[in-house]
């Protein structure tokens, strides 16, 4: 069975409807990508799989759980790390306190302390920085935080929502790396990106989304060389 | 002298009207609402300190302790049943929800008390001070609520740095969604903030009817509006803020009335805020809000 089954999910806001019923999975240890323009609804479909908001029908379900209609902050103990779409650091707080915030549902300091150790060992530049403001740091730094909060709750997933957004090209290169190294260490990623070129070659899946729907879905490489997809989305 | 009399009241009244700008600042930076009832649970804490002492004949501390109790009930329940389903309402919705409860509670207390005032006997027992020969008296109801204020203060700075509950407000005050995905139960740490604002409300109606024992159904109000002028004086949201601005407020007010005009005085003090905000629109300590672009 999938880690992460999404079935028949439609999301509205207000009278709008946003996603309009779809179908969708994740097994364990992949990386799956949903691309497609703006405005398709690739946030909306993240929110809702990770309960910052409710669908109108259809099912999430999550290791054989149906955290359909779950509260978010409980999701988030069942291993499932969102980093949200403008990173969304706790700009008040320094680099440290956040990375301790990503750890709220963590009980036991030695392994709390552990998993601070790999953050730091994987993001040099936030253990320089640790005692600074998040306001303070660069786009690209941020991103790294907001990465590495996310991993401090030792998640089984994690959805990553436009990560490369706003970089500069070297840091939207060394996102895409790290991303690759979270997946190898074996964390599932489900990935949100607009720079589809970059997403399809990290991903194993695609599933290709038009407003509200998906129109395409595949192996990445064979996305990669699909015609419309080539012309709408990698710009060839 | 006696302009340092005037000074220490005014720090004392200062140091209620901090209390009350607590739970004001403390709800407005984390659910980003004015609670306009904040005012009138401080008169149901004062109501209830009352009965269970002047009435029922219990030690004032035990009084005070169930007061907050009440109080904290009354809180989080207003939270439950009144605010939280608006969560996604407009905030001029919730404003006037507010002020509905405001209203509601004041005439429930009108119902169970009536409207003539209570003779509130003061809950405090320390002595007076006297300095200077005789020239300078300190009462005790003064400095029992400056040394209270100043606990309270450094409590709650330490809760909120030290304890992992108070993280979660950092964190929810900041990105309710962020917070939420970190983990943290939003709905939860907002019913929290009610409690505690609540509990403070309940010491700072025990100690407000104690320096100045008259308790009526409308002994909130007034309180109430003067504490959340020092909220917005001293930056809303801002904790150190609240503290800051009610000071200055009860100085500013208490040396009015000694020097200029006891008729004036609220005057002033309205006056003395809308320049600091022409000034400072985020008030003494506020933060400065940054839009996101």
Do not use: W
């Not at chain 2, 501390?61 to 109790?69: A, R």
């Amino acid at each position: 069975m999938a880690m992460l089954e999404v079935k028949d999910l439609k999301v509205h806001y207000g009278m709008i409807e946003a996603i309009k019923g779809i179908d969708f999975e994740v097994n364990k240890g992949e990386v799956v990508a949903l691309i497609g323009a703006n405005g398709a609804g690739k946030t909306t479909i993240l929110h809702t799989v990770s309960g910052l908001l409710q669908p109108s029908s259809g099912t999430v379900t999550f290791e054989g759980k149906d955290i359909t209609k779950m509260p978010g902050h409980k999701i988030v103990s069942l291993g499932m790390a969102h980093v949200p779409e403008g990173r969304r650091v706790f700009a008040q707080l320094s680099v440290y306190e956040n990375l301790l915030m990503g750890a709220y549902t963590r009980k036991d300091k030695q392994e709390i302390q552990e998993t601070l150790d790999m953050v730091y060992t994987r993001f040099p530049r936030l253990e320089e920085r640790k005692t600074q403001l998040a306001g303070t740091l660069s786009g690209g730094e941020q991103q790294m935080l907001a990465m590495g909060r996310a991993l401090m709750s030792h998640p089984s997933i994690i959805l990553m929502d436009e990560p490369s957004m706003g970089l500069s090209p070297i840091f939207v290169n060394e996102i895409f790396k790290i991303i690759e190294d979270v997946s190898s260490m074996g964390t599932t990623v489900l990935l949100v990106e607009q720079n589809a070129k970059k997403a399809l070659d990290i991903a194993n899946r695609a599933y290709v989304l038009e407003t509200g729907k998906i129109v395409l879905s595949g192996d990445a490489d064979k996305l990669k060389n699909d015609d419309a997809v080539k012309k709408a989305y990698l710009g060839e | 002298m006696s302009f340092i009399s005037y000074l220490v009241n005014g720090i004392s009244l200062g140091s209620v009207y901090a209390i009350i700008a607590l739970g004001y600042t403390m709800v407005y930076g984390i659910a980003k609402m004015l609670n306009f009832a904040h005012g009138d649970v401080i008169m149901i804490g004062g109501y209830v300190a009352f009965l269970t002492v002047s009435g029922m004949g219990l030690p004032p501390v035990l009084g005070v302790l169930i007061s907050m109790v009440v109080c904290t009930v009354l809180g989080v329940t207003i939270e439950k049943i009144a605010y939280k389903p608006l969560r996604m309402a407009s905030p001029l919705a919730v404003l006037i929800t507010a002020i509905g409860v405001s209203y509601l509670l004041q005439n429930i207390a009108l119902l169970l008390f009536g409207a003539s005032p209570k003779a509130f006997t003061s809950m405090v027992s320390v002595p007076a001070i006297v300095l200077a020969d005789g020239q300078l008296t300190i009462s005790g109801e003064t400095i029992v609520t400056i040394v209270a204020c100043i606990v309270i203060m450094i409590g709650l700075n330490l809760f909120i740095k030290k304890s992992k509950a108070g993280r979660a407000m950092l964190a929810v005050s900041e990105d309710k969604g962020a917070a939420q995905l970190m983990g943290i139960n939003v709905n939860g740490t907002i019913a929290l903030t009610f409690a505690i604002g609540s509990a403070l409300a309940a010491i700072a109606g025990v100690l407000l009817c104690s320096a100045y024992p008259t308790l009526t159904p409308y002994t909130g109000s007034m309180p109430g509006i003067k504490a959340f002028v020092a909220a917005v004086f001293g930056g809303i949201g801002s904790i150190p803020g609240a503290f800051l601005g009610g000071i200055l407020l009860g100085v500013i007010e208490n040396l009015s009335k000694a020097y200029i005009s006891s008729q004036m005085a609220d005057a002033i003090v309205f006056g003395v805020l809308i320049v600091v905000l022409l000034v400072r629109p985020t008030g003494i300590l506020g933060k400065n809000i940054r839009e996101k672009v």
